[in-house]
């Protein structure tokens, strides 16, 4: 993956001095689906910095003046010409724009550098500000998953299933909205 930038981000791939700012919203991740990748201490976040780093799916996202960590971009190619993608930020950088600045940009990336024709995004039904990222990105919602997935447990130990929405826009709808 090469490196891109916005007029604030540079969205790059992971580097193991990445590891401090990763464990800063992985230490408590706010959205279950993103549980399984808790952290617990630096060197967790060590292994797991070096681990994405060797992947092009994952992308950190740094501010561009200081090349701090604030979050992450990933996005997995599933067939020839479509991907899903998501987010995962600190919440201390929330309210700014970083999060749909990096999105869009990670969108226009795929649709016209990776010749993409159409990019979905899985969202829980309690993860109001993805939905609110993905409208802003334009992508419409598909449909709905009742009880798709579980990240965590009930307390009687059973699975805990979530209701889980899918957005998704076509690489002709993105350049009609004039995002390029």
């Known amino acids: 993956m090469q490196k891109f930038t916005t007029d604030r981000l540079i969205i790059r791939n992971f580097r193991e001095t990445d ?5 800063e ?4 991740p706010r959205v279950n689906c993103f549980l399984s990748e808790r952290l617990s201490t630096l060197e967790e976040a060590i292994v797991t910095a070096t681990t994405k780093s060797q992947d092009d799916s994952h992308l950190a996202v740094c501010l561009k003046d200081t090349d701090s960590i604030i979050g992450e971009l990933f996005c997995m190619k599933e067939e020839p ?10 919440p201390a950088y ?3 724009g970083y999060a749909s600045e990096s999105a869009r940009a990670l969108l226009r990336y795929l649709f016209l550098e990776q010749e993409a024709r159409r990019i979905y995004a899985y969202v829980e039904d309690d993860n109001t500000r993805s939905q609110k990222l993905v409208e802003k990105l334009g992508m419409r919602r598909e449909g709905c998953f009742m009880e798709f997935i579980s990240f965590t ?3 009687d130990g059973t699975p805990k299933y ?3 929405q899918q957005f998704a826009i076509l690489k002709r709808e993105w350049l ?3 995002m390029v």
Do not use: C, I, R
């Open 25 to 28: 919203y992985l230490a408590n």
């Open 81 to 90: 010409d479509t991907y899903s993608v998501g987010w995962h930020f600190n």
């Open 153 to 155: 447990k009930n307390e």
């Open 19 to 23: 590891a401090p700012g990763m464990l």
């Open 162 to 164: 979530e209701n889980t």
């Open 94 to 96: 929330e309210g700014v």
């Open 176 to 178: 009609g909205q004039g």
